[in-house]
């Protein structure tokens, strides 16, 4: 299994960017997916999941209203639109796959298994 992000970079508050995760290894359209993001020194954390077809989405309230997550089963790939971005976004972006069967709901990163390597998203003031 590998998850590949990429989209990231430096970005005036207010600005726009698209994060995408390419997938591969796996049947992709049988897992849900998620976002997660982590700062030096903090936990990683839940930004938003996506179910396996796509018809489910949740996010954290903080990116409430301005990201957007979707995916395309046919390209094995998330995608994460971020709008409208503060400061306070500023970390490293990284997808995930949820387990099977695992709702996406569920907010746990414990219940993701594979990982991306991370996109660094710096957002100024």
């Known amino acids: 299994v590998q998850l590949v992000e990429s989209g990231g970079g430096l970005v005036q508050a207010g600005g726009s960017l698209r994060l995408s995760c390419a997938a591969s290894?796996?049947?992709?359209?049988?897992?849900?997916m998620g976002w997660f993001r982590q700062v030096p020194g903090k936990e990683r954390e839940f930004v938003a999941a996506?179910?396996?077809?796509?018809?489910?989405?949740y996010y954290a309230d903080s990116v409430k209203g301005r990201f957007t997550v979707s995916r395309d089963n046919a390209k094995t790939a998330v995608y994460l639109q971020m709008n409208d971005l503060k400061p306070e976004d500023t970390a490293v972006y990284y997808c995930?796959?949820?387990?099977?069967?695992?709702?996406?709901?569920?907010?746990?990163?414990?219940?993701?298994?594979?990982w991306g390597q991370g996109t660094q998203v710096t957002v100024s003031s």
């Open positions: 995930a796959r949820r387990d099977l069967g695992v709702p996406a709901s569920n907010r746990a990163p414990r219940v993701y298994t594979f």
């Open positions: 290894g796996i049947t992709f359209s049988l897992y849900g």
């Open positions: 996506i179910s396996r077809l796509g018809e489910s989405t």
